[in-house]
Nanobody
Framework: QVQLVESGGGLVQPGGSLRLSCAASGSIFSIYTMGWYRQAPGTQRELVAAITISGSTNYADSVKGRFTISRDNAKNTVYLQMNSLKPEDTAVYFC?????????WGQGTQVTVSS
């Protein structure tokens, strides 16, 4: 019933930028938190950034000062602006949305940072 459509991934050089988007649609009640996770080969999925409906944000220490999360509540869309990208940012990035009842995952979008 709930679909998360991610876009914006790709291949960039170190120091470059990408903007990820995730649009949620379908039957969902009062989205509270939207966020981005990532998973590199051989690693656990980890939180990158999250934002609540009130605008409070949390970031992984590794991305603070480089990434910015934002949301458009009217469109049920969350964005991740990624600047000053590093090779260690290479991963599959997954969108996640939560309400008081359920959490939902996107399919993931590949981000590769390489020269």
């Amino acid at each position: 019933q709930v679909q998360l459509v991610e876009s914006g991934g790709g291949l960039v050089q170190p120091g470059g930028s990408l903007r990820l988007s995730c649009a949620a649609s379908g039957s969902i009640f009062s989205i509270y938190t939207m966020g981005w996770y990532r998973q590199a080969p051989g690693t656990q999925r980890e939180l990158v950034a999250a934002i609540t409906i009130s605008g409070s944000t949390n970031y992984a220490d590794s991305v603070k000062g480089r990434f910015t999360i934002s949301r458009d509540n009217a469109k049920n869309t969350v964005y991740l602006q990624m600047n000053s990208l590093k090779p260690e940012d290479t991963a599959v990035y997954f969108c996640n949305v939560k309400n008081v009842f359920e959490g939902y995952w996107g399919q993931g979008t590949q981000v590769t940072v390489s020269s």
